[in-house]
């Protein structure tokens, strides 16, 4: 008769079951991967200087909206608001995409330089890790845009603009300029992990700084040739020229449900 089978020890908790797999760390067990991942982020985001990044992108827009609004004459602003959202929207087009750029460089960029991929993997998934840091980076994004609308707002009311606040409008400002620059991110943060030389990833975001503008001025269905037209395509006020009277004035646009696809 055969003996019993001998019993085969249970794999070691924080060693792999099987060659080949990735380690269960103890963010597994606990069930909070991208939890953990994103503090990892948060910390390497402190160390690397990206929430000065974001102040300055802030800084920069701040002193472009400033001096742009400090020109208004006393009759332009009871369409303050209008005017505000369609500088807004020029000014997030040319220093966003830069920014977006950046920011997927400096988030990858310490992998890339310590060459710590291959230890990350045995602690997490790559899918896991790629969530991670397009989650931060969108974290960061929103809280940038919340910041600025939040500072133009306040800025508006100082100068005298309607105190009847179009919060629907500015709402959708934020939303749409969030969506477009988080797909932004993801492509330049695509281009920043597959890279070493950070180089190629941020030439891509300077010429998508100058396409964000140069392309406002384009029809709509060349807008949405380039991720970066989309800043007009969901723009939410529009200029309007008026050839005899050599007036400027502005009107609301209504975004379709259509023009939020490609």
């Not at 929207?89 to 966003?96: M, R």
């Not at 845009?145 to 005298?160: D, I, Q, S």
């Given at each position: 008769n055969a003996g019993p089978k001998p019993l085969r020890p249970a794999p070691?908790?924080?060693?792999?079951?099987?060659?080949?797999?990735?380690?269960?760390?103890?963010?597994?067990?606990?069930?909070?991967?991208?939890?953990?991942?994103?503090?990892?982020?948060?910390?390497?985001?402190?160390?690397?200087?990206?929430?000065?990044?974001?102040?300055?992108?802030?800084?920069?827009q701040t002193a472009w909206m400033v001096v742009n609004l400090l020109r208004m004459?006393?009759?332009?602003?009871?369409?303050?608001?209008?005017?505000?959202?369609?500088?807004?929207?020029?000014?997030?087009?040319?220093?966003?995409?830069?920014?977006?750029?950046?920011?997927?460089?400096?988030?990858?960029?310490?992998?890339?330089?310590?060459?710590?991929?291959?230890?990350?993997?045995?602690?997490?998934?790559?899918?896991?890790?790629?969530?991670?840091?397009?989650?931060?980076?969108?974290?960061?994004?929103?809280?940038?845009?919340?910041?600025?609308?939040?500072?133009?707002?306040?800025?508006?009311?100082?100068?005298?603009?309607?105190?009847?606040?179009?919060?629907g409008k500015l709402g959708l400002t934020v939303g749409n300029v969030f969506l477009v620059s988080l797909g932004i991110y993801a492509l330049q943060l695509g281009l920043s992990l597959r890279f070493v030389n950070q180089a190629a990833p941020l030439a891509v975001g300077i010429l998508g700084s100058f396409a964000g503008l140069f392309i406002l001025f384009f029809p709509q269905w060349a807008q949405r040739c380039l991720p970066w037209g989309y800043y007009g395509v969901l723009l939410q006020a529009e200029m309007l020229w008026d050839p005899v009277t050599r007036n400027v004035s502005y009107a609301w646009l209504h975004t379709a449900p259509s023009d939020y696809g490609l």
């Open positions: 070691l908790r924080g060693t792999a079951k099987e060659p080949g797999r990735h380690l269960p760390g103890p963010h597994r067990w606990e069930g909070g991967e991208l939890m953990t991942l994103l503090r990892l982020e948060f910390f390497k985001g402190r160390r690397r200087k990206i929430p000065l990044l974001c102040l300055a992108c802030l800084g920069i004459e006393p009759e332009e602003l009871s369409q303050g608001w209008m005017q505000l959202v369609y500088t807004l929207l020029l000014v997030d087009a040319i220093t966003l995409p830069l920014t977006m750029a950046a920011l997927a460089s400096r988030t990858c960029e310490l992998e890339h330089k310590e060459n710590t991929w291959k230890l990350l993997e045995t602690l997490a998934r790559p899918q896991a890790l790629y969530r991670a840091k397009l989650t931060w980076g969108a974290i960061l994004i929103l809280g940038m845009l919340v910041v600025e609308m939040a500072l133009f707002v306040c800025f508006g009311l100082a100068l005298g603009f309607p105190h009847e606040i179009p919060w």
